[in-house]
């Protein structure tokens, strides 16, 4: 059915990197599910008045508040495919992460709210005051359709949201699956109730309601650390390296920033190292041909700084190799860059960045003084200047 749909309503369905097919696709879904709950609920609503049977009205009136979440996620995919303008030059592809976030909120208080509905109801059940739950079979029968539909709802939603790479779709098919547990609740009360006399509505609510919890403080960790920049995947900082390096010419890559602006839109700079050798006009022709690359065949906006570097001076590489090593025995996951040879008459200073990951229990200080106490067991007018950074990965 999930392609069908996909066949019939998306052109580019195939396109998964395409900004604009994520969105058709995610309005597409919202749109689905509107529907199928505006039908669970006129159900629900109608049978629930016509039998007198609260739980089932209940239960159509929850799917009502689903249409809440699903037009949210339309609204939210209509902003994020608006063009960037003067206010907004990066565009408004994270309204699609403020979007997820609503819907991960919405989540969570439809758990809260079971939650304190359950314990009331068990509370109630060891103090006798329990009301029966009827046992009817037009119950059983509009229960077990909305379990199946809002079933199909969260392997439809889930589906696409990893196809395409959409929170906002996985955020929903959270929001389906919670569903599930509840209208699965109340089902297998009715039940088990009937057949036992036990009313185990107030358990089975307190266990749903904790799974819908988790799933919606996962989809709303995630959302919030797109917002506010998380780092970027490995794959894709590694897959930038390794495009950038193919370019003939290229002898480092370093400070590389990825900035995230949405599912498919990401901002990045890096500095490349050249052979001061050769020619500025020859060494930017290539810079410019690396940026164009980057603009035309993916969704990273590319900026790049020029660092040339001096190439055959032995005494320079002898004092670079040196410092490496120390560095390395220092910890495996340090390296240098932009590394420079001034000299005096008196000593020489060997000006380099020094690149630590964010985990390191060093202090700049710390990393300085023990380099310069390495270094001066092979080079006593040798000084060292490095600027300790933090870097990705």
Not at 192 to 198: A, D, E, L, Q, V
Not at 261 to 276: I, T
Request: aromatic share 8%; hydrophobic share 45%; proline share 2%.
């Amino acid at each position: 059915m999930t392609n069908l749909l996909l066949k019939i309503f998306i052109k580019n369905r195939n396109d998964t990197e395409n900004a604009a097919t994520r969105d058709s696709v995610c309005k597409m879904s919202g749109i689905v599910c509107i529907i199928l709950n505006i039908l669970l609920a006129a159900a629900k609503i109608v049978a629930g008045a016509l039998f007198g049977l609260v739980s089932v009205l209940a239960d159509g009136m929850n799917n009502l508040s689903d249409c809440g979440s699903n037009i949210v996620s339309v609204v939210g995919v209509t902003l994020a495919s608006k063009p960037a303008d003067k206010g907004h030059p990066y565009g408004h592809r994270r309204a699609e992460y403020v979007a997820a976030m609503v819907v991960a909120f919405i989540v969570l208080v439809v758990a809260v709210e079971l939650c304190i509905e359950s314990v009331t109801k068990i509370v109630d059940t060891f103090k006798g005051n329990s009301a029966e739950i009827p046992f009817e079979i037009v119950t059983i029968v509009i229960l077990s359709v909305s379990v199946l539909v809002k079933l199909w709802m969260f392997f439809f939603n889930r589906k696409l949201g990893r196809r395409y790479g959409s929170d906002l779709l996985k955020a929903t098919s959270i929001d389906s699956i919670s569903d599930v547990g509840a209208t699965s609740a109340v089902l297998v009360s009715v039940i088990i109730s009937h057949y036992t006399g036990f009313n185990i509505d107030g358990f089975m609510g307190v266990a749903v309601a904790v799974v819908i919890a988790v799933a919606g403080i996962k989809i709303l960790r995630e959302t919030y650390n797109n917002l506010i920049g998380a780092a970027p995947d490995e794959k894709l900082v590694e897959s930038v390296v390794a495009r950038i390096k193919q370019f003939s010419g290229v002898l480092g890559v370093h400070d590389l920033n990825i900035h995230n602006y949405g599912p498919d839109k990401y901002y990045a700079s890096v500095h490349v190292e050249v052979d001061s050798s050769v020619s500025v006009l020859e060494s930017h022709d290539m810079i410019d041909q690396i940026e164009r690359d980057f603009a035309e065949n993916t969704n990273i906006t590319l900026v790049i700084h020029l660092d040339p570097i001096v190439i055959g001076d032995a005494k320079l590489d002898e004092y670079k190799a040196e410092v490496e090593k120390i560095v390395v025995a220092m910890d495996e996951h340090f390296t240098i860059h932009d590394f420079r040879m001034v000299k005096g008459p008196t000593h020489t200073n060997l000006i380099f960045d020094l690149a630590v990951h964010y985990d390191t229990k060093f202090t700049a200080q710390q990393i300085t003084e023990y380099i310069q106490r390495e270094i001066n067991k092979q080079y006593s007018d040798v000084y060292v200047v490095p600027t300790v950074e933090k870097q990705i990965g």
